[in-house]
């Protein structure tokens, strides 16, 4: 205990400024986790929003970063030449299957194969010159990288990274 | 082990969160500040809780945030030094007919908050009535009037 004058308090000015600077430092930090917020470094904001594969094939937009338990989507483009025989057969990875849940497609599968540690999903479709839209929702059940690989059997095959924050 | 973690991380989120906005923070609650009271404590639920409702869930969570809050007062108590740092510490803001103009800057309190402390603590009107103003650790002013006022 200090005496200031006839005062006695616990006033201590070196730890007081120090602390004064701490706290300077986090409403920086705090501006700084808003502008990245803006962005889209927590999910969701231009540098979060990424396409991956080309048009001649699959092309996949996703965002790159995820939350734990959060949301998340993907839209599946295909091109008209994967149409075969009047259907589009889908696979989509098994380590990208154990480390989601409610996934849910639109349009939804005429079928679901298990193919080895893969999923074939099959979906009735007309020849068109147009390309093919799949939707694909589901939440992320893991902390950190959530590999994503996506194909067509036989053909073309997307494979991309997300990260997933807790 | 869930709801230990998450707890503990919510508990030293806030703890730090609440130290980096200074003093006076929430201690004079207008209405505004006790709406958004409320909503950070809707939103830590949810982080805290997760989609997991079970009694024991919210026991542990409950522990948790009991037993960091007993360990930080013993540490506290164990080791003064760390008190300023994890509780923050008084600061005088007027004494002897001088503001203490920097350490008002620095928490942003101004002459008027110093004067309706001394009115609605101490029913004092007048800054000569005044010898010590001191912001406590806790947010409020401290108001101690010269002998002749008491």
């Known amino acids: 205990m200090q005496t200031i004058g006839d005062l006695e308090l616990d006033q201590d000015l070196d730890v007081q400024r120090w602390s004064w600077r701490v706290e300077r430092a986090g409403w920086v930090i705090i501006a700084l986790v808003l502008i990245l917020a803006m962005l889209g470094v927590f999910s969701t904001g231009p540098l979060s929003s990424a396409t991956a594969g080309s048009v001649e094939g699959v092309e996949i937009d996703y965002q790159r970063f995820l939350r ?19 259907e589009i057969r889908l696979w989509v990875s098994g ?56 194909g067509i059997v036989d ?12 | ?25 929430l201690t004079e609650m ?19 809780l997760g989609d997991d409702f079970s009694t024991t869930n919210a026991v542990l969570v409950i522990c948790t945030l009991i037993g960091f809050e007993v360990a930080s007062s013993i540490i506290t108590f164990r080791f003064p030094r760390l008190s300023p740092i994890l509780e923050d510490a008084p600061l005088i803001l007027y004494a002897n007919g001088k503001f203490q103009k920097e350490h008002m800057k620095k928490e942003r ?35 101690l009037p010269f002998d002749d006022y008491l």
């Open chain 2, 109 to 143: 309190i101004t002459e008027a908050d110093i004067l309706r402390a001394a009115r609605t603590n101490q029913g004092i009107y007048r800054l000569d009535q005044i010898k010590y103003a001191i912001l406590e650790k806790t947010g409020e002013v401290s108001i």
């Open chain 2, 30 to 48: 207008t209405p505004f500040d006790l709406i958004l009271l409320l909503i950070i404590s809707e939103t830590t639920q949810q982080a805290m």
């Open chain 1, 95 to 150: 380590d990208y299957l154990e480390k989601t849940s409610q996934l849910v497609i639109e349009p939804q599968p005429k079928e679901t194969v298990i193919d080895g540690d893969r999923q074939v999903f099959t979906f009735p479709a007309e020849a068109s010159s147009e390309p093919v839209r799949i939707a694909m929702s589901y939440e992320p059940e893991t902390i950190g990288r959530l590999p994503v690989r996506i």
């Open chain 1, 155 to 166: 053909g073309p095959s997307v494979d991309f990274t997300q990260f997933c924050y807790p």
């Open chain 1, 68 to 86: 734990n338990n959060g949301e998340a989507s993907l839209d599946i483009l295909i091109a008209p030449e994967q149409i075969v025989d009047g």
């Open chain 2, 1 to 25: 082990m869930d709801a230990v973690l998450r707890a503990a991380s919510i508990y030293i989120f806030l703890l730090v969160i609440f130290r980096i906005t200074g003093k006076r923070s």
